[in-house]
Structure formats: C-alpha cells, structure tokens
C-alpha cells in the first residue's frame, strides 16, 4: 500500500511541473527581450535630440545599464529555473512533498522586478523634460543671427572630446595638416574662470590654401580653416564653421577655387554623425 504522507507524483504532477518551467524560461526570455528594447532606448533619444538641436537634451545615460541588467536577471532566471526544475523531479521521484514553501525564485524576481521599477520611475521623474514653444529643425541649424555671418551649426551626436578625437582622425586620412587646437574652456579654468567645454581645431593645406591666398590674398584672414567645437549650457555639442559660401562672398573668391575649401563642410558633418 502506498504512503499517505510520501505519495507518489503522478503523471499529471510531473507534466504541471515541467509547465511551470517552460513559464519561468517564457519569463527569463521576456526579461531579455525587455532588457535588449531598453537598453537600445538610449540610441532612439540620441537621434531624437538630434531632431530637437534647439531644445535641451534628453538624458539616456542609465538605459543601457538597466536594459543589461534585465537581461543578466533574465539569463539568471531561465538558469535558476533549470535547477529548480531538476530538483523538484529528483524530490518527486523520492516521495518528497516539495512544495510546502513558497518559491524563492518567484519571490526574488517579484522583489528585484518591484525595486527596479521604483529605480527607474524615480530616474524618468529626475530627469522628466519640459519641452519648449519651438519647433524642431532638421539637419544643419543656423544660429538666429547667423543669416548674415555664414556661421553653420550642427548638432552633434557625441560629446566635445569624440567629436574632437573624430575630426583629427579624419584629418589624419586626408593627409590635411592639423595646426593646432586651442582648448578655449581649458584656458578659462586655468584663469579661474568657467566655460562650457569648447574648443578650436586650425587646420589646412598649402596645395589647397596658396591658391586660394594668391587669387585673393584678404582669404588669408580667415585661412587656416577652423571648425569649433562647443558645448552650450544645456549640455549640447554644436560643431560650427564659417560657411564656403559666405568666405567666397566676403572675399570674392573664383568660382572654379571654391572647392578648396568645401572640404570644411563634409568634415563637420561627418563628425557630427
């Protein structure tokens, strides 16, 4: 006769507890997609800052690190369930009447998931956004009282030292020479003073600039080519240039030269991407 306090697990027993693990994988494996979705949020607010250069910046520095965090609590998950599966079976095997407790597995995700939740509800509230009366511009942004200067701004993508960093490695495979860079904000520190991170890159090449120099010799004034680099109040990195356009129309440059310094504009905005 068999034991009423050891009963042996059914058929029934054994097929409810290997659904109830194939729930836990279904959980580890939605904790993963969820973490991946997350984690990637960060690259959607870059490029919509992108579209919003006039508005301040959306922050996105803690999604990737709570979008891995729920894919290593997913892969933990679906691990710990494995091992709870096998040891259930091997205490059903035995008689064992294994589940008089509850389960730690489902009452630590519910903790960790409830206290991840409040983490980031409070990040979304700290750094909630305002938006402002304009309307967004798309691609290059000029600043309101640059129709007359020929000054372009780009919004760029990355912070002041990788977009520096991305222009002299373009620089470098153009084989154009990169006279100096003059840390603006870094010279204001050492005065005691405080500005955004800005900062100036010289640049040229004589087979490009002589000509230019020879036609009409006041292009000097403005050549060697600079592009800045400056962060504003709000945290935005702009790349701004004087526009080939406007050097040829404040210096009355021939036509047939103006590509020599074109250059300036495709630098800019690669290095803004």
Known sequence: MESRENPIASAGDFLALERTFLAWI???????????????????????????????????????????????????????????????????KSGARPFANPSALAVSVAIFLALLGLAMSYYLFATRHVPAQRAPNFGEVFMPSNSVNGIVRIASLHSVADTVAKLEGMLRAKNVKLFDIVDHSGEAERAGLKMPNTKLLIFGNPKAGTPLMLATPSVALDLPLKILVAEDAAGKVW??????????ERHKLPEDLLPNIGVIAALAGEAAK
Do not use: D, H, K
């Not at 992108?50 to 933990?76: A, C, D």
């Not at 790349?239 to 040829?248: D, E, G, I, K, R």
């Open 26 to 92: 279904r959980t580890g494996l939605a904790l993963m997609a969820l973490g991946f979705v997350l984690a990637r949020f960060g690259l959607f607010l870059q490029e919509f800052n992108l579209m919003r250069p006039n508005l301040p910046p959306l922050s996105s520095g803690y999604s990737l690190w709570f979008g891995t965090l729920l894919i290593l609590v997913g892969v933990m998950v679906c691990v710990l369930s494995l091992i709870r599966y096998l040891r259930l079976v091997a205490l059903m």
């Open 239 to 248: 790349v701004s240039y004087n526009s080939p356009a406007y050097l040829q």
